[in-house]
Each structure stands twice: as C-alpha cells, then as structure tokens.
C-alpha cells in the first residue's frame, strides 16, 4: 500500500517539470525580443556600418536563433520524454522528428546545438582577431574543440550501446 502511494507520488512528481518549461518558453521570447532590438539597431546603423560589423551582427543573429532553436528542442522533447506525450495528430505542423526523439537523441541534439553556437562564437572572435588577446583566442577554439570531441564521443557511445542492445536482443 505504501509503496504504491510513493509510486504514484513520485510518478506524479514529473509535473515538477512543467513550470520549469514554461519558463524557457518564456526565455524564447525574452530572446525574440532581443533579436528584434538588434535587427532594429542594424537597420539604424547600416549606412555607417563597416562589413565587418554587417558580419557581426548577423553571426550575433545567428549565434540568437541557434539558442531559440534549442530551447524549443529542449521544451518539447523534454516535455515529452519526462512530463507527458503531446498528440502529434492534433498538430499538423508538427515537426516530424518531435514525436520519434528518444533521450539518447535529445542529448545528441542539445550538444550538436552547443556545438554550432560554439563555432558561431568562434567565428566572431575570428572576426574580431585584431582586438582579441592570444589567450581567449586559445580559450575560445579550445573549449570549441571539448565541444566538438564530447559530441564524437557521445554519439560513439549511443551508436555503440544501440548496437549492443541491437545484438543482445538477437
């Protein structure tokens, strides 16, 4: 009897969750907005804008929609590996891959996003080469190279375990 109600207490617990979900929803828009205010001060400023700086804010852009586009890979498939399913029938815009992502496939996705805005990242200090010390310049494309090796060894070790689990089931 016990265990049944701490069973279902902590299965219930999984709600806990949503609220931590509506925040970042509510984060996505605190960077929409952001984005609107640096496209609204590129646009004041691209007759006196040197190309370097057109660049810059585009890769600041790109760098802002990378982020948006992980919050919303972290919202849904969080929400529907720990909340609770989402019908994807009631949504025809749906996107495909939201109703088959496993967790193994979540974090594959979260560190090749980190990984993507770390080269953006990268980029713009590239770009900015000239006012940029040695030191956060060795910084910048070391921690973007720990980025990129931790994805490779991640998605090694899911391709190795899903065939592990492929040949025990044999």
């Not at 949504?91 to 979260?110: R, S, V, Y």
Request: glycine share 4%; net charge negative; charged share 15%.
């Amino acid at each position: 009897m016990l265990e049944r109600v701490i069973e279902k207490l902590l299965f219930a617990s999984r709600w806990l969750l949503a609220p931590l979900y509506l925040g970042l929803a509510f984060i996505l828009l605190l960077v929409v907005i952001k984005a609107a205010q640096h496209i609204g001060e590129m646009t004041t400023h691209i007759l006196t804008m040197t190309e370097s700086d057109l660049v810059l804010g585009l890769l600041s852009l790109i760098e802002m929609t990378l982020s948006a586009s992980l919050i919303i890979i972290v919202i849904f498939s969080g929400y529907e590996n720990f909340v609770s399913r989402i019908d994807p029938s009631a949504h025809l815009e749906w996107p495909e891959w939201m109703a088959h992502i496993d967790f193994a496939g979540l974090k594959l996705k979260l560190m090749a996003s980190i990984v993507a805005i770390s080269a953006v990242q990268l980029l713009r200090v590239f770009m900015d080469i000239k006012e940029i010390s040695d030191r956060e310049l060795m910084w910048s494309a070391g921690l973007h190279i720990i980025f990129v090796l931790s994805t490779i060894a991640f998605a090694f070790t899911e391709r190795l375990s899903a065939s592990s689990s492929h040949h025990q089931g044999e």
